[in-house]
């Protein structure tokens, strides 16, 4: 499970989804699946989760990972960029950012 703290030392993605609600449950099944598939094995793969909208026009992406160059290197893969070509399609846009524990809260 995900553990947010400062005292962390893994990288942490956030990556935000914007689509319409006709297609919020394909690009669900369509992550889910990359997630069960092919992400979480890869080298520094901690953990992540995925959050819809109530509104299904935007999913967010929480993701950690040991090093940057891990998920760096994820992307990188043949596979990852198939898988992004399908979900690019699937929303309005998408955008990851790396992003490190500023602060936490129990």
């Known amino acids: 499970m995900p553990n947010i703290s400062t005292a962390n030392e893994c990288q942490t993605v956030i990556t935000t989804f914007e689509m ?3 297609t919020c449950q394909d690009l669900m099944d369509a ?3 990359a997630y069960e598939q092919f992400i979480s094995k890869q080298p520094g793969f901690i953990a992540a989760g995925l959050h819809v909208n109530d509104a299904q ?3 967010a992406n929480y993701s950690q990972w040991k090093r940057r160059e891990d998920f760096q290197a994820m992307l990188r893969t043949e596979e990852m960029r198939q898988r992004n ?3 690019a399609g699937l929303c309005t846009r ?6 490190e524990v500023a602060a936490a809260f129990d």
């Open 94 to 99: 998408f955008e990851p950012v790396m992003y």
């Open 57 to 59: 026009t935007r999913i």
């Open 31 to 33: 992550l889910t699946e």
């Open 20 to 22: 319409t609600p006709g």
């Open 85 to 87: 070509r399908v979900i």
